[in-house]
Structure formats: C-alpha cells, structure tokens
C-alpha cells in the first residue's frame, strides 16, 4: 500500500497577515504546497490528505482539485475546536487550534497507512520524500517511526536569528531528543552558533535539525490520544498552549515505545513565517526552476 502525505494547513497565518497556504509563489503562483505535491507524487505517496479548517475546504478543492485529478488521490482532513470526539466534555475557548500533534489525530478515522506529516509552508526537497516513502515502505512498524533530519546550515536565514529544534542522535541513527534552540544564526565567519543565556556556543554545519517532517504508521493515533487528553486537562486554562509532535516523540521515545530514525539529507529548505518571507521565497524557487529541478509550469 501506498503511503499518504498529511499535509498540515490548518494555521491561521497570523504573522504572515493572510492565508500563506494558497498565497502563490511560483512563476504561474504555483504555492509551495504544490512543489511538496509535485515531490511527494514524483517519490511515490499515493494519497495527500490536506489537514485544513472546515471553513478552507472550498478554497482548496478550487486551488488543488484541477491540478490533481487523476495524478493521485485527495482527502480533506478537518482540524477543530470540538473536544468531543476526543472523549473530552468540555468547551475552551481559543483562538488558534490545539496544535500540530492534535491535527495529526484529527486524521486517525481517514488515514490507514504508513504516512508522513509535513508543514504546508516549508519547501523541503525531493531527496526528502524519496527516502521517507522509502522508509515508510521497507522500515516502519508500530514501534519504529522517524523524522527527516536537516543540516542545520541547509535551514538558516542569512537575515537574522532562528529558533530550530537541534535533534541529538545515538550510535543506532535514532533521537534521544529534540533541544529547541531560540536564537540560531551564522556567525561573521560562516559557521553556525546558537546562543542562550550562558553566552553563545557553537554548533557543527552538519547537526540535524528538525523541520516537521515525520513518518509514522497509524498506531500513532492510539499511542497519542491519551496524551492529548491529559495535555487538554493540564492546559485548559492557558489559551495559548499547544499539543505538538515534538511533545509525542518526546513521551513515545522516554516511555521505550517507539524509537525516532533521523533520516538525513542534504536538501536546502527554505520556508515563510512573514510577508517579508516572500520575496526570498520566490527568489528560491526561480532558481529551482532555472536550474531545471522543476518545469516553468508545474502541472503542464
């Protein structure tokens, strides 16, 4: 069977000041989602689930249906507030959905197949999905997911500090865990730092990072739900919390359940939080085209 791509879009874009998830930036306004579907296709997937709010569904069956029938299979995943399908009683009012952990369980009743979760405003590389659908066809089993590891050189802005969760790796290839750094950049010498409130230290070109990109098989919804619901009565007050995938990881590999193989690459990714994002975005994907990675018209 097949692998699915669960394709996270339910954000609300807040800092981007519109819905980024459809903004174009391609040559004929083709959106980033499109190129991680030209990929995903191209590597093997044979499902893309689009994991969006209910109130998005018409917008992207407009912008993706023409582009993909008959080239693979689509489904629409709803994210939202309702606690109830989760066995929680209780209404909370927030602004922003329980996060991206929680996004990945909204699919647990549609997806029955090993299948990856990537962000739907981060450009990740080819390399990227042919060894994810690799892994997820040969590899993964209930007890054994993974995430793509990113140079952390291959992430960084030349305009100024990031956070990037710094992923530590045993002899075996697999996370122990996931270190968020806050403020990540090159230094006036070309190499990487991070600095916190010790000062600042160094950090290899080649350390992995994590950029959401994940494989799992379905067992990860039962595995997760009891944690979203004790995370949901430990937060019920605090509007802002979020169940993310890191948070599951994190619990599944210090319990012993499953283990985290860190598959490398050496893509670039490049991705936008800000309106001031996009030009450097579009600027990436030009030279993507020009150097003929990717057609000029990418569904022709």
């Not at 299979?73 to 209404?91: H, R």
Request: charged share 25%.
């Amino acid at each position: 069977m097949k692998p699915t791509l669960l394709i996270l879009a339910a954000g609300m874009a807040s800092r981007y000041g519109s819905m980024k998830q459809i903004d174009g930036f391609g040559p004929n306004g083709e959106t980033i989602i499109d190129y991680s579907i030209h990929d995903a296709i191209k590597a093997g997937f044979g499902k893309i689930s689009f994991i969006i709010r209910e109130e998005f569904v018409d917008s992207f069956k407009a912008i993706f249906e023409p582009k993909l029938k008959g080239k693979v299979e689509t489904d629409y995943v709803f994210q939202s507030f309702d606690l109830k399908p989760f066995g929680i009683d209780k209404t909370i009012e927030r602004a922003k959905p329980w996060g991206t952990a929680h996004a990945v369980l909204a699919a647990r009743n549609q997806v029955h197949e090993p299948f990856c979760v990537i962000n739907a405003d981060d450009y990740y590389g080819y390399d990227a999905f042919e060894k994810m659908v690799k892994f997820l066809t040969t590899e993964a089993s209930d007890t054994q997911y993974s995430l793509v590891g990113y140079q952390i050189d291959k992430t960084l802005s030349d305009y100024g500090s990031v956070s990037r969760g710094v992923c530590e790796v045993d002899a075996n290839g697999n996370m122990t865990e996931v270190n968020e750094r806050t403020e990540v950049y090159f230094t006036d010498g070309g190499s990487v730092a991070y600095k916190d409130a010790t000062g600042e230290h160094p950090l290899p070109n080649d350390t992995r990072v994590s950029m959401n990109f994940w494989g799992f098989t379905p067992a990860v919804f039962k595995q997760s739900e009891q944690m979203f619901r004790e995370f949901v009565e430990a937060n019920e007050h605090n509007p802002k919390a979020e169940f993310f995938i890191p948070l599951v990881a994190d619990k599944l590999i210090k319990s012993g359940t499953a283990s985290f193989k860190v598959i490398p690459t050496a893509s670039k990714w490049f991705g936008v939080t800000y309106k001031e994002d996009k030009p450097i975005v579009q600027k990436s994907i030009s030279e993507l085209v020009a150097n003929g990675t990717y057609p000029a018209n990418l569904w022709s």
